[in-house]
Structures are given as structure tokens and as C-alpha cells.
T-cell receptor, first 113, second 112 residues
Framework: GESVGLHLPTLSVQEGDNSIINCAYS??????FIWYKQESGKGPQFIID?????DKRQGQRVTVLLNKTVKHLSLQIAATQPGDSAVYFC????????????FGSGTKLNVKP | GAGVSQSPSNKVTEKGKDVELRCDPI?????LYWYRQSLGQGLEFLIY????????KSGLPSDRFSAERTGGSVSTLTIQRTQQEDSAVYLC??????????FGPGTRLTVL
């Protein structure tokens, strides 16, 4: 089956710095990707998504970059805040395959004050 | 509007007992998913409902697990004869078009 993995299981950053969380995916047919944030004791919260016809998409303080050549996805968080501390998951999907979402195990982001 | 809600938030049960977990999706969302999340692990797909179509049950780990969705809205996940390895957080998600999923807070199940 497909696999979605994260390079860094734990990432510690200083408040105010930028954070970069990486994700590798294995299915070159995947064309839809999502980043979720999960705080302790809560369900995953949608952050941002991107389709394969784009290389970059920006949200509020977050940017997702997609490199289809190397099957790599990243989430950039600008001016990281203590409230950003959480586990971040990426997920991959083939549009139309509504029951086939594959999630990585997550990267824990620790923001130091 | 209201998000996905799940109940109970926590459930402690004894091995061998049956449990029912409930999910109320976002109103108007036709797709509903159940996942299981063990400590430090990614989300494990369990079952998927889409409208009136037959559900995709391919992720259910054993025949002790079942789920139904009544009236295209509320869903119940039932685990019969619970085992300790069933202990996990059970997450429900809904989506409008089968793409972006919105998750509930989860039910933490502990089997003693």
C-alpha cells in the first residue's frame, strides 16, 4: 500500500522562528495532499491543502510546497508561536478515491518560548 | 456552524464488553469516515460511508467491529467483545465532497 512518511518525528524551534515540516509520499499517482494539526487530546484540524497542479499554496502564516519530482511535501510555518505546538500530519489522496486517504504518523513540533 | 461531534469523549470498559461510539457529522456532509489512532501512530482507516452507497468496510480489523449510519447522518461504531488491543482513540471525520475531511475530537477507548 501507499506510505506517507515524515523525515523528522520531533522538531524544536524557538518562538518567532520559521518552522519547516517535511513529508515524503510514495504514490506518484497521488494528486491531493492535506496538512493537519493535532493538539494533545483533540482531533486533527485541517490546515491547508494542495492539488498536484500547484507547486505552492499559501495560507495565513502557512505555506505548503509540493515537489512532485521527488514526491515531497513540506509545511512552512512563519513566525512560529507557542500555540503552534502540536503534531502535524500530512495525508495523500487520489482525487476521486474518496476512501483512500493515507496519513503519516506525524511530526511533533515543540515551540520554545 | 457546528463541527463534527463524537460521544462519549472517554470510555473505559472491561475486556469482553461491547461498546458503541457515536459520531454526528457536519450537517450536509455526505461522506463519513471512521479511523483509529494508537499512541504515536498514524490514522488507521476503518470504514467509509458515502451517501446511500454501500460502505467501504475494508479497514475493519475483525468481525467484532461494525458500523452503521442512519438516515445519512449520525453514525455508530460498535465493537463487540472488546480486547485490550482495541484501546485507542477513535476518530470520526466528515466531508462534503469526499475531499477535505473535518475531524471530531475523538473517543478515547480504554479496555481494561
Amino acid at each position: 500500500g501507499e506510505s506517507v512518511g515524515l523525515h523528522l518525528p520531533t522538531l524544536s524551534v524557538q518562538e518567532g522562528d520559521n518552522s519547516i515540516i517535511n513529508c515524503a509520499y510514495s504514490n506518484s499517482a497521488s494528486d491531493y495532499f492535506i496538512w493537519y494539526k493535532q493538539e494533545s487530546g483533540k482531533g486533527p484540524q485541517f490546515i491547508i491543502d494542495i492539488r498536484s497542479n500547484m507547486d505552492k499554496r499559501q495560507g495565513q502564516r502557512v505555506t505548503v510546497l509540493l515537489n512532485k519530482t521527488v514526491k515531497h511535501l513540506s509545511l512552512q510555518i512563519a513566525a512560529t508561536q507557542p500555540g503552534d505546538s502540536a503534531v502535524y500530519f500530512c495525508a495523500e489522496n487520489i482525487v476521486g478515491n474518496f476512501n483512500k486517504f493515507y496519513f503519516g504518523s506525524g511530526t511533533k513540533l515543540n515551540v520554545k518560548p | 456552524g457546528a463541527g463534527v461531534s463524537q460521544s462519549p469523549s472517554n470510555k473505559v470498559t472491561e475486556k469482553g464488553k461491547d461498546v458503541e461510539l457515536r459520531c454526528d457529522p457536519i450537517s450536509g456532509h455526505t461522506a463519513l469516515y471512521w479511523y483509529r489512532q494508537s499512541l504515536g501512530q498514524g490514522l488507521e482507516f476503518l470504514i467509509y460511508f458515502q451517501g446511500n452507497s454501500a460502505p467501504d468496510k475494508s479497514g475493519l480489523p475483525s468481525d467484532r467491529f461494525s458500523a452503521e449510519r442512519t438516515g445519512g447522518s449520525v453514525s455508530t461504531l460498535t465493537i463487540q467483545r472488546t480486547q485490550q488491543e482495541d484501546s485507542a482513540v477513535y476518530l470520526c471525520a466528515s466531508s462534503q465532497r469526499g475531499d477535505t475531511q473535518y475531524f471530531g475530537p475523538g473517543t478515547r477507548l480504554t479496555v481494561l
